[in-house]
């Protein structure tokens, strides 16, 4: 009923609490996702791997997020954005809650608390993002005026309570630090200064000296050869603790565990793949891995032989690059159709309009330089800010961005 009675107010209120949020804000919201905040670091990355330019991230954490909210404030805020018999709903659910702790295996009497969100409850996201929004609205009016050369970068990417700010100035971030903390506390946010990471996004000469390469933003890493190195040991993890499942082939159909596995492991071992730009050798290491785990759920191992096209052909699988490929455009597809004020939009337009000195020598692989399969359509290529905006025309288009893709990902 608890729950039921949730789901009707979040329903009620998302239409207004969408328009309040700024398109910074991705976290709990329809249509968004971690996708969009990690497609726009790759396309600032690819920016410091095309052009002589340096871009700086600082990203802060929240300690405690949920539990340390003000509900008096919080019911102020939603005052002024939602009507007063959601309103009513919305102190309904955060009346009457209570705590209980666990030590030792021991669980102590429950006891009363005024503050924070109920732990569990699908409207506590939203209402936090809502809290989070006000909060970073009065910080934004205390800070002072970005560089001249950050005009063209996005000034934040938000989900849940892990925020970034982005300049390409190092001393105008560490000087609008004090002030984050400062605003933040105010809101009774505490900014866990232990989990403050400061990315400088530069081109070294040589890859393995490019530290921003192993950054954690939302469950992946930034350099695509390392994300996809932890994909494959997470997904390999995942592959194990079915390994029950597949061992009992007598039991379990080969048609039920391959659904097993498309349904547990696929998804591990492609998260976020659509913003990667890989290599022809990453990719080829990514069919191979996935090949050597379809052989091992049907149990084929050496001296036992199937070629790849027959191993397809009985899974009813294909190459895992196949499945990067559609991925990467249907993303494409979606921050194309989003506002031009995202973050994920302002770094597309970033990277085409940035004036500085271009590296000499062949290009590094970037998600930029994978889209360049529209080269093999009549859409012509992608190497200007003209052809995205044509490009985002055609994506409201969605039959006809169905089309497009259907093309790009056959050839």
Known sequence: MLLRASLLTLRRIQPAVDSFLSASNSGFRPGRSTADAVWTHRW??????????????????????????????????????VKEDEVRLIRV???????????????????????????????????????????LRDLRATLPPRPPADDLLPGEVIYAD??????????????????????LREWHLKVNEEKTEQTTLHREGDRLAEIWRKTRKLGSLLGDEQDVIRRKQLATAAFRSLFVVWCRREL????????????????????NGGTWGLTVALEQSLDSFHRQQLRSLLGISWPQKMRNVFLYARCKAEPITNILKRLRWQLFGHILRLPEDTPASLAMAAYFTHDEK?????????????????????????????????????????AGWRGLCAVVCSS
Do not use: M
């Open 44 to 81: 600032l990355a690819a920016i410091t791997q095309e052009y002589h330019a340096t871009i700086e991230i600082h990203g802060i954490d929240i300690s405690k997020a949920f539990d340390t909210i003000s509900r008096e404030k919080l019911l102020t805020v939603v005052n002024g954005i």
């Open 93 to 135: 659910r955060l009346s009457n809650t209570s705590l209980s702790l666990l030590a030792c295996k021991q669980q102590s009497s429950e006891f009363e608390t005024i503050i924070g969100t109920p732990h569990g409850d699908c409207l506590s996201p939203v209402l936090f993002v809502i809290y989070l929004e006000s909060a």
């Open 162 to 183: 892990d925020t970034d700010f982005f300049s390409s100035s190092r001393t105008w971030l560490d000087s609008i630090s004090p002030s984050i903390t400062e605003v």
């Open 252 to 271: 379990i159909s080969e048609k039920l565990r391959l659904r097993l596995y498309q349904a547990f492991v696929i998804p591990v071992l492609t998260y």
């Open 358 to 398: 271009t590296w000499r020598g062949r290009p590094r692989v970037t998600i930029v330089t994978k889209l360049g399969d529209l080269a093999g359509t009549d859409n012509g290529r992608l190497v200007s800010l003209g052809d995205l905006q044509r490009l985002r025309i055609l994506a409201r288009d969605r």
